[in-house]
């Protein structure tokens, strides 16, 4: 559990079912109102479950 997990991510990247994407609270930016984008730590992107569950 040592990989850095934002709020956004439903898992750790590299996790089998899982895959990156577009942060839509920031439109993939990693910004909001000049800050760092809290759901996805300023990355634009976030880890997200593919085929849901
Ligand atoms: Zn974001």
Same mark, same amino acid.
């Given at each position: 559990m040592a990989d850095p997990?934002?709020?956004g991510d439903d898992?750790?990247?590299g996790?089998?079912?899982?895959g990156e994407?577009? %942060?839509r609270r920031c439109n993939g930016s990693?910004?909001?109102d000049g800050g760092? %984008?809290?759901? %996805?730590?300023g990355t634009g992107t976030?880890?997200?479950g593919?085929?849901?569950g």
């Amino acid at each position: 559990m040592a990989d850095p997990i934002n709020p956004g991510d439903d898992a750790a990247p590299g996790t089998p079912g899982t895959g990156e994407d577009v %942060c839509r609270r920031c439109n993939g930016s990693g910004q909001i109102d000049g800050g760092e %984008c809290p759901i %996805c730590g300023g990355t634009g992107t976030v880890i997200e479950g593919i085929g849901g569950g």
